[in-house]
């Protein structure tokens, strides 16, 4: 099983409030996913483990355990710093269990839409700009024609001799004059223009009309783009830009036009290239990022912000490792350069989030590399929980890249023959930053890279021999800028001189954009093959295209040419519902049986998968901007161990429901007004009831036995107040006539956060009530018969002194006095006993109480020998009797510590050892009491015998009463001092019997 699972019993407070969860038991991908260990956590609470865990978790579980209800909800761990898609099911009230699925990915999707869309706009407002630029140009184009006014022949050479398309015609469209450029454009000779209309080469008047209208509105217009049809019927696109002048005294249009079919060509390619790659990125729920070469982040997608809380603008620019778990960190770094050396191994680490907690992630990434050297990584962020499939139509990734092409300009210098510049346009001075001014009279080689002016000389040279007319060597701006530059150069005449017209396109962005055509593809390529999802591309029909590694291997297919041929609606194991819904253009979503044997009968495609196994399948029909379907992109997941989860759960819940029923204790539940909804078998034989029938008709707050008992008043304030009752113990008659002592647990049930019944767990306690009251009467007789035993003793006791008292005055020979010293000796240690016995018969009569150690040390220990402390403000729970075992204890060092000069008393808080329970495993803390002197100290061989009755110098029972006393409430004493320096005695408080007095004041 891939999903985590998880059991836990919900904690509440007095008035049934859920406070806290314990985990009972959790599977290996809770661990694998988590990164809790089941050891580590089984019966502990998640605030132990996870102390910011989110109120709204145990919250929504509590109302699941309490109802005995099912829920499915997405919700937002800070903790683990995840979004999580949750199924909580309640086995029985006051439990519940849990499958969960990370769906931090898909979230990532919607925030990356709104980001790209603030991108195109600011793209928008640059092109713009660029668009006032060009319209500031065209407003040149008057001093032009003042120009040329001045020039008629230079003018007409100009125009004939410029590599630049340019025409004029009337306004009514006849061509008075075209160059070579224009006639090479349009398919046509010069000397065929007299009688040739310039309508008859638009292929959409209806543009012509507008180009005319804003021409006779504002004398200029720049950049209109239009299609034309040449005398061959060949389609162009082309710029133009239009001027009103007076040619041959009437009113013409100078048109400039630029070839751009090229360019329209580039940005189709380009655009389709775009669709194909946003079509994938919009279905797709991973994060994907890129780094560069120093572990920087570039770029991260926007569905980050669902996993870990980050904006995706508040990660790019830091580095990576700023995100990482700091115990995770030292590997990543590691790792990181296994990747820029050209490892793949994916890694598993946690991210931080935003709001605290970490959150466990794999990663899938490789190097990238451009002009043949590694400038960092890229890849995919996958949450390691994955199993549960995408609920909902995954979000657009981003509807635009980012434009890739300017409109392309030209710029015009006209040279002499040795190359030094006369005259440049204002595209020159725009795209060079050079002013006319500062380049006539230089050379052109100042313009070219210096390493490359020699090709600059003998191109030249080649042009004036006529062996070429091209120059394609980059130019540089003033700024220092490298331009890739495409130049066609032509002879022509200038002032009558002799000159070389040089016509330069910038080329930079094209090939920007041919190294952006390929970015796009290989980054399409790394997340189709990296992919964890299965993912099919089929095109507009619903035929294969293409497969990833993931689809292969759900479908046990080797190779994707075996899917060559595949057609998606004759596929047998897809309904012809769905089907129909695909081809009307919805996206669809469910859950399938898969059948493989309908694959091979059908002989679709060969296969090693046998049986039948469950799939999580999207289809999406992918539309262009016409909202036509040109493809379809299905993501498939395995989800056979979910559904498998999913039996599992409902064998838990019948499981525990036989538990119930069967539990050697009666449990009942019923509704707000006291009605018997549910009691297992047990309840009528604690009650004495013929059957459960009989007994659920008892109403819990009317029935007279339940009133006089107090029980339903009881009842009656866990329905209202919304508290429980635990450990209540009270005695019952019930309607059928027996008696019988109940322990009663009772717990409000909830549904939608309000009260609307309650649970009541019943234990019948008579035989121990009865044992325990036979016991009391036992123990009072005994206590009776040794007060008067012990009473009687003495009293022969002191008979028996009196006798020797008045031997002792008769004159006895040597043997006959030692036989009465003996006889007194013994005497005096029956007396002695006696008075133990007396001691210890008071020892656990009395309830424990707190115990200030310093005061008793003070109060008790009082003698020659000093005595330090250094037990301010501890406090320990103990029999009432503790203040003899002080007393007992400096007894001991005034009798037996030869040479002592003091008794320290100290002590400290140790860590007691762990239960071997691991299930019950939790933090205990104890209190270490030492005593010590500084005396003779005890022989090795009588440190645990010093502790048995009879064993001593004295009466051999001081020592045996200190660790009886301390015994009661689970205090352990031993003697672990050194023979020769002194004795040691070391008392271990457990955990709840000791304080500090601050905790004291509080109680």
Known sequence: MTQGFALHEIITDKSGNPTDYRFIAVN???????????????????????????????????????????????????????????????????????????????????????QKNDELIAANSQLAAAEEELRSQMD?????????????????????????????????????????????????????????????????????????????????????????????????????????????????????????????????????????????????????????DDGVITYVSQNITDLTGYQASEMTGRHYTDFVYPKDRPDRINEFNILLAGGKNPTEFRLIKKEGGTVWIRNNGQRIIADGRVTG????????????????????????????????????????NDGNIIRVNASVERELGYSEEELSGREVLI?????????????????????TDTCNIPLIAKNKRTIEAETKITRGYWDKKAVLVCVTRDVTDRKQAEEALQKSEEQYRTIFDNSPIGIELLDSDGYFINANPACLKIFGIEKSDALSGFFLFSDPNLADEKKREILNGIT?????????????????????????????????????????????????????????????????????????????????????????????????????????????????????????????DILRGVLEDKTSISELEMEYISVWGKKVYLR???????????????????????????????????????????????????????????????????DMDRRLSK???????????????IEFTREYDGLGSKEPLWHDISSAIC??????????????????????????????????????????????????????SQSADRSKKRSRSGYLIIYEDDGCGVPDEMKERIFERGVGANTGLGLFLIREILAITGITITETGKYGKGARFEMTVPDGAWRIEKDINTI
């Not at 313009?447 to 062996?467: F, Q, T």
């Not at 036989?819 to 002695?832: K, P």
């Not at 007393?887 to 030869?898: G, K, S, T």
């Open 28 to 114: 290996p991908a809770f661990e694998r996913l988590t990164g809790l260990k089941a050891d580590e956590i089984t019966g502990r609470t998640v605030l132990e483990i996870l102390p910011e865990t989110e109120k709204y978790w145990i919250k929504k579980y509590g109302e699941v355990a309490l109802s005995n209800t099912t829920a499915e909800f997405e919700n937002y761990s800070a903790e683990l710093g995840r979004w999580y898609d949750v199924i909580a099911y309640s086995p029985e009230r006051g439990q519940f269990a849990v499958t969960f699925t990370d769906i931090t990915a898909k979230k990532e999707a919607e925030k990356k839409l709104r």
């Open 140 to 292: 040149e184009l008057p001093d032009i024609q003042r120009k040329l006014k001045e020039s008629e022949g230079q003018f007409y050479s100009i125009i004939k001799e410029i590599p630049i398309s340019m025409s004029i015609a009337t306004i009514k469209g006849e061509i008075l004059l075209i160059n070579s450029r224009t006639a090479e454009v349009l398919e046509l000779k010069s000397e065929d223009i007299n009688g040739i209309n310039a309508q008859e080469f638009w292929a959409n008047p209806k543009r012509r009309k507008i180009w005319l209208e804003e021409i006779n509105k504002t004398g200029i217009v720049s950049n209109f783009e239009a299609d034309i049809i040449t005398t061959s019927g060949k389609h162009k696109s082309l710029s133009i830009s239009g001027l009103k002048i007076i040619f041959e005294g009437r009113p013409c249009i100078l048109s400039v036009h630029q070839d751009v079919t090229d360019k329209k060509r580039a940005e189709s390619e380009l655009k389709l290239s775009h669709e194909k790659y946003r079509s994938l990125i919009e279905n797709v729920s991973e994060v994907i990022f890129r780094l560069d």
């Open 377 to 416: 990584i890229q890849g995919i962020i996958t949450d390691i929980s994955g199993l549960k499939a995408v609920e909902e139509k995954s979000k657009k990734y981003a509807e635009n890249l980012e434009l890739l092409f300017n409109s392309i300009e030209e710029m015009v210098l006209i040279l002499d």
């Open 447 to 467: 313009l070219h890279p210096e390493e490359r002016r020699n090709d600059v000389i003998k191109n030249i040279k080649d042009i004036a021999a006529g062996i």
């Open 588 to 712: 669809v979503r469910f859950e399938t049986a898969f059948d493989f044997s309908k694959v091979l009968e059908n002989n679709i495609y060969p296969t090693s998968k046998r049986g039948i196994i469950w799939l999580d399948l999207l289809i999406s029909p992918l539309k262009n901007e016409e909202a036509m379907i040109n493809g379809y992109l299905v993501q498939i997941q395995d989800i056979t161990d979910r559904r498998e989860m999913r039996e599992e759960l409902k064998k838990s819940g019948e499981k525990y429901r036989d538990l119930a029923d069967n539990a050697p204790v009666g449990i009942l539940t019923c509704d707000k007004s006291g009605r018997i909804i549910y009691l297992n078998s047990k309840v009528p034989v604690i009650l004495g009831s013929p059957g459960v029938n009989e007994s659920s008709g008892i109403n819990l707050l009317e029935n007279k036995n339940l009133v006089a008992s107090g029980f339903s």
């Open 744 to 810: 009663i647990h009772a717990t409000p049930l909830r549904k939608e956060g309000a009260v609307d019944g309650a649970r009541i767990i019943i234990d019948d306690i008579t035989k121990r009530k009865l044992a325990d009251e036979a016991l009391r009467i036992t123990n009072n007789k005994l206590k009776l018969l040794s007060s008067i035993t012990r009473h009687d003793i003495l009293n022969q006791v002191m008979v028996i002194g009196g006798y020797l008292d008045l031997a002792e005055r008769i």
């Open 819 to 833: 036989y009465c010293d003996s006889i007194r000796a013994a005497t005096d240690t029956v007396q002695r006993q």
């Open 859 to 912: 109060d008790t220990a009082k003698g020659r020998l000093p005595v330090v402390c250094e037990c301010r403000g501890l406090w320990i729970y103990a029999d009432p009797m503790v203040m003899r075992v002080v007393y007992n204890l400096y007894d001991n060092a005034l009798r037996h510590a030869d040479g002592a000069t003091e008794v320290r008393v100290s002590c400290r808080k140790v860590e007691l």
